[in-house]
């Protein structure tokens, strides 16, 4: 697995990594994250099964945005809200 830092933020290029322990470590990556944090995946392929799982377990506290779609390299930021204070019905996030 390759953990590097890109400028202030944490990437992982998953393509080295087996398939079976990709999303795990990545959830964990992800857990590790405090609000206003990021972190950039590289894949070989668009990692859009990881962005529903993430989003079942997380809901409504990242946002993912696709810095480059392939064909041959998918580079994703994963980051946490900041946190807004407000207890309404978005849950203070």
């Not at 999303?23 to 990692?47: C, K, N, Q, W, Y």
Request: proline fraction near 8%.
């Amino acid at each position: 697995m390759t953990v590097t830092q890109t400028g202030a933020k944490p990437s992982i290029d998953v393509r080295a990594i087996a398939r079976a322990e990709r999303h795990p470590r990545i959830f964990g990556m992800v857990g590790a994250l405090t609000p206003g944090e990021a972190l950039v995946i590289v894949s070989d392929h668009d990692p859009r099964p990881l962005h529903y799982q993430l989003e079942m377990a997380l809901p409504g506290q990242l946002s993912w945005d696709y810095l480059e779609q392939g064909p041959e390299i998918w580079r994703v930021e994963i980051a946490r809200h900041k946190e807004t204070g407000c207890d309404c019905c978005c849950g203070g996030h």
